[in-house]
């Protein structure tokens, strides 16, 4: 039986056209079989890897496609393909060398003197690209707004004539708030200046979202975290619809980006492409362990008298719980109705971040994470493997320190919950909570000496 879900009509005015996907295909038949087709030429069942960077023309502008690498790679289109195909709603994807060069792209696209409405909890990388580079090389002004808590009339006002992008993050990063993403569409819809809605759908991945669906006009990921799944690429891409309208030109957007990517060279390579497509053939299964082991982690810390505060959307206690329970996609939605109640007893897999405050403060949160085994105290998140970070110290330490003690990132922790075996994850949070609880009693009884307890605060936020 001959497969034939996707078709790419080639490369007009800059522009890659994808038909829908399938509606009849679930994601992981997609995500499996979308962009990898058996190569025609020897039968491979997995794509070979494109090295070339130049390719032969038959005539003057006659080719099969691709001209030069950086402008086109079969690696790179095969992979855009995989992603249009799990991205619900989608008709483009553009794969890029990182999500930063994601973030930039699209910001330049806007061109100069623009004004952004983002999210106040934005990944630290994009603060600092709209704060400095943007403002300083393009004019661009940014207003950060609590999109979770602000009400309508405060999001409408603070749309000014120049705003022509909404950057979203949900759940953001690194506190997990939840924003009502058809709520902030139909906002944007009603300003005059009708700005575009983006969303960094990292956090969740195609599998527990798809914003396109709920009206957002673009998505971006970067690749490097669950998309990949195995922390050996940096990469990013963004994902547009696919029907234009009298106020939303995709067509033209997606010829605008590719123009600015090609000119700047913010492409990946066929092997890091190669390896993003490999690990998007399993995101599905990844991404129902990530969850279902984030659940049991996120359970178990409420439980702990050393933790103050959890945060996970997917718990049932949590404030936004119901809003996290619609915004599920689809094949979410689909997975989750199919566990047994006994996996639900205390919420439902909602990604695999967790964020969580320890009672004894930042310095608590600093002494805990080198006591950890199985989390590995690293940046970044996504990977088969469990990390563990200290987001004020490290991945969000560009925000200032008064806007991070506002936001609530002092003192956080932030867990990537891999898919090793659950209990030995809680086992290893077990222990290194308990480590620090015989520490505070030490110390409390007069264990500890002066001079010890000084060098034990050497290192407090």
């Known amino acids: 039986m001959t497969i034939s879900l996707f078709t790419t009509n080639g490369h007009a005015k800059g522009v890659k056209r994808h038909s829908k996907r399938s509606s009849e295909l679930g994601f992981s038949t997609r995500a499996i079989h979308v962009g990898s087709e058996p190569d025609p030429a020897t039968g491979a069942v997995i794509p070979p890897i494109s090295l070339s960077t130049t390719y032969k023309q038959d005539e003057v502008g006659v ?55 983002s999210v106040n909890d934005v990944y630290g990388g994009t603060f600092r690209y709209l704060t400095r580079v943007a403002k300083e090389t393009m004019g661009t002004e940014s207003t950060f707004v609590d999109l979770e808590n602000a009400t309508d009339d405060e999001i409408l006002s603070a749309i000014k004539e120049n705003t022509k992008l909404i950057w979203i993050e949900s759940p953001t990063n690194p506190t997990l708030r939840l924003i009502d993403i058809p709520r902030i569409v139909a906002l944007a819809r009603r300003a005059p200046s009708k700005p575009l809605v983006l969303v960094d759908n990292t956090f969740l991945s195609p599998f527990y979202a798809s914003p396109l669906l709920q009206g957002a006009d673009i998505v971006i990921h970067s690749l490097t975290k669950y998309v990949n799944g195995h922390s050996d690429v940096v990469m990013g891409a963004a994902i547009l619809r696919s029907s234009s309208t009298p106020d939303r030109d995709y067509e033209g957007l997606v010829q605008k980006l590719r123009f600015l990517q090609n000119a700047h060279g913010a492409v990946p390579s066929p092997f890091d492409s190669w390896l993003a497509q490999r690990g998007a053939k399993t995101l599905a ?30 718990l049932a206690s949590h404030p936004l719980h119901a809003l996290a329970r619609t915004s599920l996609s689809p094949h979410a939605e689909q997975f989750i109705s199919n566990l047994p109640s006994s996996s639900l007893a205390h919420g439902i897999p909602y990604g695999g971040m967790v964020s969580f405050r320890l009672r004894g403060g930042a310095k608590s949160a600093e002494a805990l994470l080198p006591k950890l085994n199985l989390f590995t105290l690293a940046e970044s998140l996504g990977g088969v493997e469990s990390l563990a970070e200290l987001p004020a110290r490290m991945t969000h330490a560009s925000i200032p320190a008064a806007e991070r003690e506002a936001l609530g990132i002092e003192g956080l922790v932030r867990l990537s919950c891999g898919i090793e075996e659950v209990e030995d994850l809680v086992d290893d949070l077990r222990a290194a909570l308990d480590g620090l609880e015989d520490e505070d009693s030490g110390c409390e009884s007069g264990l500890v000496t002066p001079s010890d307890a000084s060098d034990y605060g050497a290192n407090e936020l």
Do not use: C
Not at 73 to 87: F, I, M, Q, S
Not at 285 to 303: D, E, P
């Open 63 to 117: 080719h099969k496609g691709f001209e030069y690498s950086r402008s086109g790679n079969p690696n790179r289109d095969a992979l855009e393909r995989t992603l249009v195909g799990l991205e619900a709603g989608a008709g483009h994807a553009i794969a890029f060398a990182s999500g930063s060069a994601t973030t930039a792209t699209v910001l330049q696209s806007l061109g100069p003197n623009a004004h952004v409405l």
């Open 285 to 314: 299964v990844r991404m129902k362990a990530h969850g279902l082991n984030a659940l049991r982690i996120a359970s178990f810390l409420t439980s702990h008298p050393a933790v103050e505060h959890v945060i996970y959307p997917g």
